[in-house]
């Protein structure tokens, strides 16, 4: 029996190139984070900047900041449409890189929000649970604490948006709200005389950051932490305060991006490639069944799929079709999706569970797109 094939090794040398930041700016309120923001998008180092604003609204008027120069993204204030906003400045992104245009520019206003939205989903779904139903109708009043599940439900879809954030071959701005509170030991009681920062938005924020900046009304710039060769912020727990400190200063000089040289671009993690497929199932379904059958023989054109990826794609061509051809069954399109959704690829591989296809018979569901 032979041995199976050892795949080929795959190397390049090191570009020396520095990325392009994700940068965390984040104060108190009035301290000056949208303005600074918008004043960034003007710069002649970058290319077109686009605006998220989510439950803020500032964006229009801050057009009128000296050297704005921004598009302001259009949204319907749900998850999925947001999400789905994020994927087209990825994209947008990644076409300008490749083009060997000047960095893409997207801000976010605020990521506060966007983790006090998914924060507010999770207790809604919390309440309307068999549990919370049943201790709401002895009690209105009664607290409800989500179950671990749910929360890891909201950390998904946070980190869907992250990752999204950390593999934009552009630059970010996350504007995030910030304060000074009451320093409280490990048991939670207040500590006499003793202040902390705390930043509001889902704990893992500083880790998706390049670069962390703070403003505050009655203080200088500072830079809490970086990820720079370029500089260094002191380590023993004191700010780097930047007198005068912008973003494009922080870019394109103490973090030495330059606008002419792209970083190399960065592979996107996925767990199989049945997943960068299901998109492309939500785009064919635009041009009604006509398009997901052209999607369902062009999948097995695809030599990188394995046959169980092939399935899961299919299934999920299946599904769609089944929804267009029955469009009561269609969700609410200003609702959120299946609360019980957390991984649609793993749903799909379930449901193909047992289908079979073989060189000479294409199997589906329910025979929509079978042929001999």
Same mark, same amino acid.
């Given at each position: 029996?032979? #041995?199976?094939?050892?795949?080929?090794?795959?190397?390049?040398?090191?570009?020396?190139?520095?990325?392009? &930041?994700?940068?965390?700016?984040?104060?108190?309120?009035? @301290?000056?984070?949208?303005?600074?923001?918008?004043? !960034?998008?003007?710069?002649?180092?970058?290319?077109?900047?686009?605006?998220?604003?989510?439950?803020?609204? %500032?964006?229009?008027?801050?057009?009128?900041?000296?050297?704005?120069?921004?598009?302001?993204? +259009?949204?319907?204030?749900?998850?999925?449409?947001?999400?789905?906003?994020?994927?087209?400045?990825?994209?947008? @992104?990644?076409?300008?890189?490749?083009?060997?245009?000047?960095?893409?520019?997207?801000?976010?206003?605020?990521?506060?929000?966007?983790?006090?939205?998914?924060?507010?989903?999770?207790?809604?779904? @919390?309440?309307?649970? /068999? #549990?919370?139903?049943?201790?709401?109708?002895?009690?209105?009043?009664?607290?409800?604490?989500?179950?671990? /599940?749910?929360? /890891?439900?909201?950390?998904?879809?946070?980190?869907?948006?992250?990752?999204?954030?950390?593999?934009?071959?552009?630059?970010?701005?996350?504007?995030?709200?910030?304060?000074?509170?009451?320093?409280?030991?490990?048991?939670?009681?207040?500590?006499?005389?003793?202040?902390?920062?705390?930043?509001?938005?889902?704990?893992?924020?500083? !880790?998706? @950051?390049?670069?962390?900046?703070?403003?505050?009304?009655?203080?200088?710039?500072?830079?809490?932490?970086?990820? #720079?060769?370029?500089?260094? $912020?002191?380590?023993?727990?004191?700010?780097?305060?930047?007198?005068?400190?912008?973003?494009?200063?922080?870019?394109?000089?103490?973090?030495?991006?330059?606008?002419? $040289?792209?970083?190399?671009?960065?592979?996107?993690? %996925?767990?199989?490639?049945?997943?960068?497929?299901?998109?492309? +199932?939500?785009?064919?379904?635009?041009?009604?069944?006509?398009?997901?059958?052209?999607?369902?023989?062009?999948?097995?054109?695809?030599?990188?799929?394995?046959?169980?990826? +092939?399935?899961?794609?299919?299934?999920?061509?299946?599904?769609?079709?089944?929804?267009?051809?029955?469009?009561?069954?269609? &969700?609410?399109? %200003?609702?959120? &999706?299946?609360?019980?959704?957390?991984?649609?690829?793993?749903?799909?591989?379930?449901?193909?569970?047992?289908?079979?296809?073989?060189?000479? %018979?294409?199997?589906?569901?329910?025979?929509?797109?079978?042929?001999?």
């Amino acid at each position: 029996m032979s #041995s199976p094939a050892v795949p080929q090794l795959r190397t390049r040398q090191p570009s020396g190139v520095v990325p392009w &930041p994700k940068i965390l700016l984040e104060g108190e309120e009035k @301290a000056g984070k949208s303005f600074t923001a918008a004043e !960034f998008t003007g710069s002649e180092h970058t290319g077109q900047a686009y605006w998220l604003e989510l439950g803020e609204d %500032t964006a229009d008027e801050y057009a009128a900041v000296p050297g704005a120069d921004y598009l302001l993204i +259009v949204h319907n204030g749900t998850y999925r449409d947001i999400l789905g906003q994020v994927e087209a400045v990825h994209a947008e @992104a990644k076409r300008a890189a490749a083009a060997g245009e000047p960095p893409v520019v997207l801000v976010i206003d605020s990521v506060s929000l966007l983790w006090r939205m998914l924060v507010n989903w999770t207790n809604g779904r @919390a309440r309307r649970s /068999n #549990s919370g139903q049943a201790k709401l109708n002895r009690d209105p009043d009664a607290e409800i604490k989500p179950s671990m /599940n749910l929360w /890891n439900d909201a950390v998904e879809r946070w980190n869907r948006v992250m990752y999204l954030v950390r593999t934009m071959p552009g630059v970010v701005v996350m504007l995030a709200r910030g304060k000074e509170i009451s320093a409280v030991d490990g048991n939670g009681d207040p500590i006499p005389n003793t202040k902390d920062w705390r930043v509001e938005g889902q704990k893992s924020l500083a !880790f998706d @950051a390049t670069a962390w900046v703070r403003l505050r009304r009655d203080k200088d710039p500072q830079i809490i932490a970086a990820r #720079s060769l370029k500089f260094r $912020v002191p380590r023993e727990g004191k700010p780097m305060t930047v007198p005068d400190l912008t973003v494009e200063r922080l870019v394109f000089g103490l973090m030495g991006c330059a606008s002419h $040289v792209a970083p190399h671009a960065t592979p996107e993690l %996925t767990g199989d490639l049945a997943e960068a497929w299901l998109p492309q +199932v939500e785009e064919s379904a635009k041009a009604g069944l006509d398009g997901l059958k052209k999607l369902w023989f062009a999948v097995e054109s695809d030599q990188e799929l394995a046959r169980d990826e +092939v399935i899961v794609v299919r299934a999920a061509i299946e599904k769609k079709a089944a929804l267009l051809k029955k469009p009561e069954a269609l &969700p609410d399109p %200003t609702g959120e &999706p299946d609360e019980n959704d957390s991984s649609e690829a793993a749903r799909l591989r379930a449901a193909a569970k047992g289908l079979e296809f073989d060189d000479g %018979t294409e199997t589906s569901i329910d025979g929509e797109f079978a042929s001999a």
